[in-house]
């Protein structure tokens, strides 16, 4: 439903004012993917209204070595999403990481993977990355789905943080 335009005289009624909240879905636990680079699913999935424009926010904690890195992608056959994102540009070291780094905005192209880098030695770390944009959805309903995996194999394991870490935030604005 989005945010409604009001007309003089209109009633507010629950169902406008409760489509102005914004939902907030929370990734249960980590994720961990090993000398694979195949894509799977998250926790944060869900079905957005149809016809719809909407405005999100996904921030991404993960662990990661410097050849696995991490990757993300949108699986969404009824949506196209207009993304832009910043991550680490290049690995980082271990005493590094919470002292900042070099970074990367990217616009990737529909359909385009994500990469963010890990550090040059094992992956212990909690690094972030952040993705925000908007999506429109079609007639027909479908389910979009967040996938990680790693960018490329490594026996270094790459870890998609959950518990209180990675989380989705998204609102309809159309």
């Not at 990734?27 to 719809?52: E, H, K, L």
């Not at 979009?144 to 518990?163: D, E, M, N, P």
Request: contains cysteine; hydrophobic residues 40%.
């Amino acid at each position: 439903m989005g945010y409604s335009r009001w007309a003089a005289g209109e009633l507010v009624v629950a169902s406008k004012l409760n489509a102005m909240i914004p939902n907030i879905i929370l990734q249960g636990s980590d994720i961990t993917r090993t000398s694979s680079t195949a894509f799977v699913d998250t926790d944060i999935t869900f079905t957005p209204d149809v016809s719809a424009t909407y405005y999100y926010e996904l921030f991404v904690s993960y662990g990661a070595g410097n050849v696995g890195d991490i990757k993300w992608a949108w699986s969404a056959a009824q949506a196209a999403f207009t993304r832009f994102a910043f991550s680490v540009a290049g690995p980082e070291t271990p005493s590094g990481v919470d002292t900042g780094g070099n970074g990367l905005l990217h616009r990737p192209a529909e359909g385009t993977g994500m990469v963010a880098a890990g550090l040059t030695s094992g992956n212990a770390g909690f690094m972030s990355a952040w993705e925000r944009g908007t999506f429109t959805t079609t007639s027909t309903a479908a389910a979009c789905t967040l996938q990680v995996g790693q960018s490329a194999s490594s026996a270094t394991s790459t870890i998609f943080r959950g518990g209180n870490n990675s989380r989705f935030v998204y609102q309809r604005v159309v």
